[in-house]
């Protein structure tokens, strides 16, 4: 069965900062792998997603992610916070159709 | 386009009581999602409806939570008994297919005293 792990469940990291949320999955065929956003008491936001084909992807607001499948890793990056980054931002695999999420990481931003 | 329609948006209940959650899907969605999602840890899929079918109910307790979508439209889920464990948020989500992506509602907050 499919899992994820994301390394730290809170991170904080000054406005204007690199922004890097790590996440770790296990899967046993080609993953979908995504990531999402979401701010307080409000559904989820996709940011990005990985299908097929280029390795590294580009989402909304400035973030990107790169599947490394020798190293099982789908992390998240922005390379200058911004105070409206500030949120739970969720790691997911898709096998079979399914979503299974990471417990999630919280990202501060100090002014 | 609208998004996904979630009511209500806070419940508060105590134990032993019967709660319903109802949610209306993106128009021309087929597919549907019904997510719990605990303090402090990731959303956990419940059920899986394609059209008025369910495709994926095996993390769903059977003994006290029930849904369903009969016109293929809109949903709801049921609590009956709720237990202190079930306070959580319900967040239902909608794709166009199974493989298409899920947009999520703003979720049902419930809280069991």
């Known amino acids: 069965a499919q899992s994820v792990t994301q390394l730290g469940s809170h991170v904080s990291v000054s406005e204007g900062a690199l922004v890097l949320l790590r996440c770790n999955y296990s899967?046993?065929?080609?993953?979908?792998l995504f990531w999402y956003v979401q701010y307080p008491n409000q559904g989820l936001q996709l940011l990005l997603k990985y299908t097929t084909g280029a390795t590294l992807v580009k989402g909304i607001n400035g973030f990107e992610a790169e599947f490394k499948k020798s190293e099982t890793s789908f992390h998240l990056t922005k390379p200058s916070a911004h105070m409206s980054d500030a949120a739970e931002y969720f790691c997911?695999?898709?096998?079979?159709?399914?979503?299974?999420f990471g417990q999630g990481t919280r990202l501060t931003i100090n002014p | 386009e609208a998004g996904v329609a979630q009511s209500p948006r806070y419940k508060i209940i105590e134990k032993r009581q019967s709660v319903a959650f109802w949610c209306n899907p993106i128009s021309g969605h087929a597919t549907l999602y019904w997510y719990q999602q605990i303090l402090g840890q990731g959303p956990k899929l419940l059920i899986q409806?394609?059209?008025?079918?369910?495709?994926?109910d095996s993390q769903l307790p059977k003994d006290r939570f029930s849904a369903e979508r009969l016109k293929g439209v809109d949903s709801t889920l049921k609590i009956q008994p709720a237990k202190l464990e079930d306070s959580a948020v319900y967040l239902c989500a909608s794709s166009r297919s199974l493989d298409n992506e899920q947009f999520f509602g703003p979720g049902t907050r419930l809280t069991v005293l």
């Open positions: 409806f394609q059209n008025n079918g369910v495709v994926d």
């Open positions: 899967s046993s065929v080609p993953p979908y």
């Open positions: 997911a695999v898709s096998e079979y159709q399914k979503l299974v």
